[in-house]
């Protein structure tokens, strides 16, 4: 699995060995296989279940890694919050949500919890 670490915590330089995480896996509906590329971007990101909409956390790979298992640290000042885990596929490669991409997202977790299957089963209008 990648891991990628909560911004708040790369940017102090901070690791904790027992830092809770938010782990799942990231799969695209079927139905929906012959509408991406495999070259299209794919975003997973965990943000705040509540309140700010900015991500904590951020990954970015392609249609062609799916399925995609992630790990996200989450930095000890988030760790009592509930997240939710987005994946949005990207045509454009553009990280802000755009017509026509695809997205799916989790229910609301807390840190150290299982937040997968993310299924990407929706196209944003």
């Known amino acids: 699995p990648t891991v990628v670490r909560a911004m708040a915590a790369a940017a102090s330089g901070v690791q904790s060995a027992a830092a809770p995480v938010v782990s799942g896996t990231v799969r ?5 296989a012959g509408q991406t590329s495999p070259e299209d971007t794919v975003f997973v990101f ?3 279940a509540e309140g700010s909409r900015m991500p904590l956390a951020i990954l970015r790979k392609q249609v062609k890694d799916l399925p995609l298992d992630f790990r996200f640290e989450v930095s000890p000042t988030v ?10 596929i990207s045509p454009t490669g553009q990280p802000t949500a755009q017509s026509g991409d695809l997205e799916g997202r989790s229910a609301a977790v807390a840190a150290g919890a299982i937040a997968g299957p993310v299924e990407i089963n929706t196209r944003l209008p």
Do not use: E, H, K, Q
């Open 46 to 48: 965990a943000r705040p």
């Open 28 to 32: 695209m509906a079927t139905r929906l």
């Open 79 to 88: 760790a009592a919050s509930r997240l939710v885990v987005v994946a949005r």
